[in-house]
């Protein structure tokens, strides 16, 4: 494969993993803020519980492991590490990361009907990936420095 097939590939790979990663840190904040609402062992519980589970573990972990993979790969073979801007990337996609544990820690916490937190921080935690987002793609498309 050549360079320019291989940089294609990789970065749309890249690309469709982070939407999927992306989809999943903006849907379950969402879930929790709903959460959050409801009694621990009632019905809801239980449903938002498996759906949580299943977003946090099929989708989102995958996602984000693809995210790194293909990201890393494009930014070793193609030499990204010597910029400044991918040191800030960098920087950001690992509190993204941190975003991803802290939101597999509430789900742990709710699972064992131990959730302290309200509704209104699930809404302020949701902003977060957003905000993020926002900032790695200007990155990205500008590579101001």
């Not at 360079?3 to 379950?28: P, R, V």
């Not at 589970?53 to 995210?67: D, E, G, Q, S, Y």
């Not at 950001?92 to 009907?113: D, E, N, P, T, W």
């Amino acid at each position: 494969m050549d360079q320019e097939t291989l940089y294609a590939t990789l970065k749309t790979l890249h690309i469709i993993a982070l939407i999927s990663w992306m989809a999943g840190l903006l849907y379950l904040p969402r879930l929790y803020v709903y959460h959050a609402g409801v009694a621990v062992g009632s019905e809801s519980d239980a449903m938002l519980q498996v759906m949580e589970r299943k977003l946090l573990r099929f989708i989102m972990n995958p996602a984000m492991i693809a995210t790194w993979v293909f990201g890393l790969w494009l930014a070793i073979a193609f030499d990204f590490f010597a910029f400044g801007w991918m040191h800030t990337k960098m920087t950001l996609v690992l509190l993204m990361s941190g975003i991803h544990g802290m939101l597999a820690m509430h789900r742990k916490q709710f699972a064992s009907g131990n959730n302290q937190r309200s509704a209104r921080y699930f809404r302020w935690l949701n902003e977060a990936p957003t905000v993020l987002m926002i900032i790695i793609v200007v990155l990205v498309i500008y590579k101001p420095f």
